[in-house]
């Protein structure tokens, strides 16, 4: 019979091996995606985490049109933050497609100045990926501009129904699935929880 401790240093040997072979050093585009809660809040732990650290971080919020969220209230004192609401609030509420593209176009036109430029390490594209499914941004150029960044420069992009082209040009995808929501059973949204 194995014991604990055989198994612990089995898989201390796998796991040192797996960091061995990791050598290349850059920049990784992440995507957080999915119908569950919690991809935006993860990508803001990350923005906590880059910051920890010293390092300067770009948030660019698509879709999303309210400024009275905790995550904005906290980051927008940090130094080190540049936060950019883009959004005119989600599409059901606008009902003006035209008003939503403009709105998505302008928001990327402040992301690719973040991209371009390398002293900013961390860029978050939050909700972005709704641009993608209402054609507000040609996928393509988003992809090639990613792919166009700074070596050392980490994206996240967040949404749900990330299309197949930005997971297959990202290095890390999370698919966060949904198996209850508070708001299904007629509990609101809640400040610091929700918003």
């Given at each position: ?82 936060w950019h609401v883009g959004g005119e609030g989600y599409t059901w509420e606008t009902q003006d497609k035209e008003r939503d593209a403009r709105a998505a176009q302008a928001a990327w ?25 209402y054609g507000w941004l040609d996928l393509d150029t988003v992809i090639a501009r990613l792919l166009a960044r700074p070596s050392m420069q980490h994206v996240i992009i967040t949404g ?36």
């Amino acid at each position: 019979m194995i014991t604990h401790e055989q198994r612990m240093q089995k898989k201390k040997a796998v796991i040192d091996d797996k960091i061995a072979a990791a050598q290349e050093q850059r920049g990784v585009l992440l995507v957080n995606t999915g119908n569950g809660k919690g991809k935006s809040s993860a990508a803001f732990g990350v923005v906590a985490r880059a910051l920890g650290h010293g390092l300067k971080v770009g948030v660019v919020q698509f879709v999303k049109g309210r400024s009275d969220t905790g995550e904005e209230a906290f980051f927008r004192r940090q130094p080190g933050v540049t936060w950019h609401v883009g959004g005119e609030g989600y599409t059901w509420e606008t009902q003006d497609k035209e008003r939503d593209a403009r709105a998505a176009q302008a928001a990327w036109e402040v992301a690719c100045g973040h991209l371009a430029d390398p002293e900013i390490c961390l860029v978050v594209l939050d909700e972005m990926t709704y641009a993608f499914k209402y054609g507000w941004l040609d996928l393509d150029t988003v992809i090639a501009r990613l792919l166009a960044r700074p070596s050392m420069q980490h994206v996240i992009i967040t949404g749900r129904a990330a299309p197949q082209a930005l997971r297959d040009a990202a290095d890390t995808v999370s698919d966060i699935a949904m198996e209850k929501h508070a708001f299904q059973s007629g509990i609101q949204a809640m400040p610091g929880l929700e918003f």
